[in-house]
């Protein structure tokens, strides 16, 4: 059975950082492209970032870029996303994603096989 579980999220001033992590088991994480993707309270889940299998081609939203950096280990089967300077539209539930593939679509991890259950980032100003 596959588990993916965020971890993380919390309440940060803004102009601040935090850094969320991913815990990935039941698969061969090394298989996978991973992603990071977030949904703000009243919108649809956006891609964020996507990292491929290897750990290259991290690739960023436009709004992160810069800011957010996505990164893997995979003998410890964890995905991160370090978030600096975080301004309130960053303020949403953080979900990773399992891609399908070893590949990732742009900053997109879809399509996507496994989800986790989210974690809450709250940005205060």
């Known amino acids: 059975q596959v588990q993916v579980v965020e971890s993380g999220g919390n309440l940060v001033q803004a102009g601040g950082s935090l850094t969320l992590s991913c815990t990935v088991s039941?698969?061969?994480?090394?298989?996978?492209?991973m992603g990071w993707f977030r949904q703000a309270t009243g919108e649809d889940r956006k891609a964020v970032s996507c990292i491929y299998w290897d750990g290259t081609r991290p690739d960023y939203t436009d709004s992160v870029k810069g800011r957010f950096t996505i990164s893997r280990d995979n003998r410890k089967k964890v995905l991160y996303l370090q978030m600096n300077n975080l301004v309130i539209e960053d303020a949403a539930t953080y979900y990773c994603?399992?891609?399908?593939?070893?590949?990732?679509?742009?900053?997109?991890?879809?399509?996507?096989?496994?989800w986790g259950q989210g974690t809450q980032v709250t940005v205060s100003s």
């Open positions: 039941g698969l061969t994480f090394g298989n996978y492209a």
């Open positions: 994603a399992v891609g399908s593939y070893r590949y990732c679509s742009g900053s997109s991890a879809d399509p996507v096989r496994n």
